[in-house]
């Protein structure tokens, strides 16, 4: 199995794409990072909803450009609002990413996540603690941050993808997105973006407004994870701290264009 | 019909009103926005208070001096306290306003939007899709952005003046503010805010608290869209772009005093 | 009953204990605050997660090594996750911290906070008028917002402390923490944090944080509350308003070192 690092060609392409045809974005996400996911989603030109009554997700899932899922503070009745939601998306062939945080290291959690993973998630996006966990392997985690690095998840990403037909990322230091055939690699983590609540999770519904792009999903999902983590870097390197990081980080997503992406690369090394 | 621009002096009454006798808030709102709206009523000198257990809002909104209730994230136990934290408003004569998030795009929120119609409320604030929805016409919005103009929901916010005695203030580039005789206007929409989740939302909430200056809702009511739109044009300009208009848009909330006002209305020309 | 001021040397100690073993603090807390005690959490070194769900919270909470209890948008369901959590905690010998937001304004949250008091929390962390009610006085307090001086829980607080064995800060101007005998106090407290929601309730998860350090609870509490007032006052002295304090807020939590605290005392003088 090779690793091919992910053009960044390709990756102004997607975000010229996503600019010229903003997807609406159907996110059920968890309590604590709503802000900062529906911020980075409007940063970045898409146009995120947090719609999430059971009566009416359904109608919404199947309305909208791409659906998120994430269980980070999930509880029956959201439960209950996910499953119908996941079922009119694929029903309507609306893309939907699932975000497992956590996953592994609660009993309630881990079977719900289980019976996601059988309704065909268009991609998966998690730290190495969850990749780990989510395909039957040990993890360090005990909350939603990782314990193990992402090279540590790279089997385990391959194996699950090729068992879901899911396009797998795990993020880290290196974020690694495979089909479970092709395998790209994006060297542009940062450790600050691990201080700050809801950078994984934004960077989930970003998946998601990129994977509205129905085709080559593969292509699709680093080019999201290349463009989060290149604005994050970028904002990494001028904040100081994890506080001003936030401002810093949403403005970047608001005006990196396609023809700054070259010049944030080079400027990294 | 004619439209009156809203006298800046008008403005900085209410504004000097307001800082003299602080309102609390009771704020049954969406999940995605509780922070940066408490944040704005409490930078403007008032006192917001989320309460949403069905047990206690009846005896919370009796008690406050304004409610506000945003359906963004509405679902079934919120829906129930939402209908008790009215009947209960209604029956202390504490002003309530209501902003219908995202109406007329799914069937559940626009049923449950005209029931609360029916309550009459204070106020409505919306967006020109939202106004257009709620008066019965068709509007072009899929989720809480709006598609359409202010411009073209001016007479739909005139009937639903007229048919509910609600004020209603729909906004835009231009805000409208009507009582279904008297109209007024105010030119200090800026792009910016459309880019920040909560920013429509928290200004509901700011409706909500000059709302509980009981004289002349209809000034109640533009003097608050007013400051939020002036004190917004005012960090839109100072801002790199969403993220860091955040934290300008809240200082500037708390620092604008009444005798700034006609500075920053000229500083926009 | 004498009152101590808490030595510099004393915050250093346990704020290099933290960063040495990074406590992972299990947050049952309120809607509209999550995200800003998940990042005031995480900026100064320890793991923060928001697990809510009835089905998982026992399992979590007996993992944690502190559990944070606020019942500031306390409803029915969350109640009874707070009551699994709380009980699992106790069985474990997990910390607990108990944040009673607005209680006496209301029955229903009074109620469920007596019966909170009777399970025994490790420490109780309040404005003076949440400290007066939960001691059975009258307080001024309507809302979340403290209506009266910390000065005037002090009595309160000590009796508190005696009758439920827990340490007790009352925050304000002046923090008292107490456990009954002892009494510490800390002249750090600046007002600009009362305009900023959350600042009080992610207070109380920085002091779960400390109470992971099980040895001599009033120090490591007296610690958390020396601490975020530190960061704060010298947070709020660089910002132009409530806007600006969140970000550099953050920041002063996540570079504090413990050889800097003698210098922020003295630059406050």
Request: with cysteine; aromatic share 6%; net charge negative.
């Amino acid at each position: 199995m090779t690793i091919t690092p992910f053009p960044v060609a390709s990756i102004a392409e997607r975000l010229a794409q996503l600019r010229a045809a903003p997807p609406l974005v159907h996110c059920l996400t968890n309590e604590v990072v709503q802000e900062i996911t529906a911020n980075a989603v409007l940063a970045l030109g898409a146009s995120p909803a947090m719609v999430v009554a059971e009566e009416e997700v359904a109608e919404f899932a199947a309305a909208a450009d791409a659906l998120l899922i994430n269980i980070g503070t999930v509880y029956s009745a959201r439960e209950a609002a996910m499953r119908a939601a996941v079922s009119a998306a694929n029903e309507a062939a609306t893309p939907w990413v699932f975000d497992p945080v956590a996953v592994g290291a609660l009993a309630y959690r881990s079977r719900f996540a289980r019976e996601l993973l059988e309704q065909k998630p268009t991609a998966i996006r998690g730290n190495a603690s969850e990749i780990l966990a989510l395909s039957g392997r040990n993890a360090a985690g005990r909350g939603a941050d990782s314990a193990d690095s992402s090279d540590v998840a790279l089997d385990a990403a391959i194996q699950l993808a090729q068992e879901t037909d899911a396009v797998v990322a795990v993020t880290g230091a290196t974020d690694y997105i495979t089909d479970g055939e092709k395998t790209y690699s994006l060297p542009y983590g940062n450790i600050l973006m691990t201080r700050v609540t809801g950078t994984g999770c934004a960077l989930s519904a970003v998946v998601a407004a990129f994977c509205a792009q129905k085709d080559h999903t593969l292509d699709a999902v680093a080019a999201a994870c290349a463009v989060v983590a290149l604005a994050g870097g970028d904002a990494a390197r001028r904040a100081q701290g994890p506080g001003s990081f936030v401002p810093l980080f949403i403005d970047t997503l608001y005006r990196i264009r396609p023809d700054h992406l070259e010049e944030i690369v080079h400027a990294r090394a």
